[in-house]
């Protein structure tokens, strides 16, 4: 069995779509971002960079201890692994789904992240972030849009690496992008929105449904997800592990 921390984001869809691919059993630990689950010591210990999501696998790979693991792109190639799934075995087209996840990792999802901020939550009236951030994830759009006008998914066969962009791609609508200006990315997209553990592992049918609604917080939750909360949940942490560090 393996124990999801979970939150309906697109990295935490990645988690659940994936498991849902694979088939194996695992239990939803829904995490309230917003009420600071996710700053607690006790989460520390299963996630150090105190995000969502993460796994604890209680029969790993292996064997021994339960083990935990952070990052969604990590999850994702841990699972792959697990069950020989999703991760071509063919070189050429595992190292296509491995580049293409790192891609997701690096740019496509903290790019849009940093769009998603600017725009839904942080102050209003910052046209220079709000504008560098959406230009550049219209940018790696158009990187996206490219591949796959010359493959059918991004290592050629449906993989890890389109499991991490499918959610990301999902929430553009978000930040008022519009897919039907990626029409290649668009058919991809709407070919992986109809797989039945896609339906599950979002818990919707209709993919396009998503709300760009601005939310409106209080100021303890603007704390937990940007603020101090979230900053000193990290720093009184560190101070902890370095107190009880044992001398060399
Ligand atoms: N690189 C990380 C990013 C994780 C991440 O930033 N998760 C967001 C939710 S999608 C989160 O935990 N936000 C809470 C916070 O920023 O404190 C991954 O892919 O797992």
Redesign the pocket.
């Known amino acids: 069995m393996i124990d999801v921390f979970f939150?309906p984001?697109?990295?935490?869809h990645?988690v659940s779509i994936m498991l849902e691919e694979v088939g194996l059993p695992h239990t939803l630990i829904k995490m309230d971002?917003l009420a600071g689950d996710?700053?607690t010591p006790e989460y520390r210990q299963v996630n150090p960079?105190?995000?969502?999501?993460a796994i604890v696998d209680h029969d790993p790979i292996g064997g021994g201890a339960p083990l935990a693991i952070?990052?969604?792109?990590a999850?994702l190639l841990y699972l792959a692994d697990k069950t020989g799934k999703l991760l071509p075995e063919d070189p050429r087209a595992r190292s296509l789904a491995q580049q293409w996840l790192m891609w997701q990792?690096a740019s496509y999802?903290?790019m849009q992240?940093q769009a998603h901020h600017f725009i839904r939550y942080a102050p209003e009236g910052q046209e220079y972030p709000v504008e560098r951030y959406r230009k550049e994830t219209v940018r790696l759009l158009n990187v996206l849009e490219r591949r796959l006008s010359e493959a059918d998914y991004l290592a050629g066969e449906y993989s890890i690496a389109d499991i991490a962009a499918w959610p990301w791609t999902r929430a553009i609508r978000a930040i008022d992008l519009d897919l039907a200006d990626f029409p290649a990315t668009e058919s991809w997209f709407e070919k992986i929105a109809i797989r039945p553990a896609v339906q599950s592992g979002t818990g919707v049918k209709n993919a396009s449904n998503l709300s760009s609604a601005r939310p409106v917080l209080t100021e303890e939750q603007w704390s937990?997800?940007?603020g101090d909360n979230?900053h000193e949940s990290a720093r009184a942490a560190a101070e902890k592990a370095h107190s009880e560090r044992k001398p060399a």
């Open positions: 939150t984001t697109p990295n935490g990645k971002m996710h700053l960079n105190g995000r969502l999501p952070m990052e969604s792109g999850i990792m999802g903290p992240g937990n997800l940007f979230l």
